[in-house]
């Protein structure tokens, strides 16, 4: 069974930095597809950022308003999947989620796909940005 927990989220001052963790279960990191979603108060979730499978040589995809300050990674020795987050505004405050597939994603020139095309979950971490 596949499953992803993401923890790491917490409140920042604007300009900080946080990282969201994401373990991983039940199928070999490598050969998937992983993203980073995110949904605000009010709001549709949005891709923030995917990192294709092996086969796809682990290329990432960045939302235009994160690129350059967030960076997407993932451990296949421990199974973990990372955003890293700096300079973090108030518009960056959301419920973060990780999201898989075993679809051929991310691969470069491509667009984040839709979140419809991902199968399995996290539950989501908080992320506010406030001073």
């Known amino acids: 069974q596949l499953q992803l927990v993401e923890s790491g989220g917490g409140l920042v001052q604007p300009g900080g930095s946080l990282r969201l963790s994401c373990a991983t279960s039940?199928?070999?990191?490598?050969?998937?597809?992983q993203a980073w979603f995110r949904q605000a108060p009010g709001k549709e979730r949005e891709g923030v950022s995917c990192?294709?499978?092996?086969?796809?040589?682990?290329?990432?995809v960045y939302a235009d308003s994160v690129k350059g300050r967030f960076t997407i990674s993932r451990d296949t020795a421990k199974n973990m999947v990372y955003l890293q987050m700096n300079r973090l505004k108030p518009e960056d405050t959301a419920i973060y989620y990780c999201a898989t597939s075993s679809l051929p994603l991310c691969e470069k020139g491509n667009p984040i796909p839709a979140e419809g095309i991902f199968a399995t979950w996290g539950q989501g971490t908080q992320v506010t940005v406030s001073s």
């Open positions: 990192i294709s499978n092996s086969a796809g040589n682990g290329n990432t």
């Open positions: 039940g199928f070999t990191l490598n050969y998937y597809s």
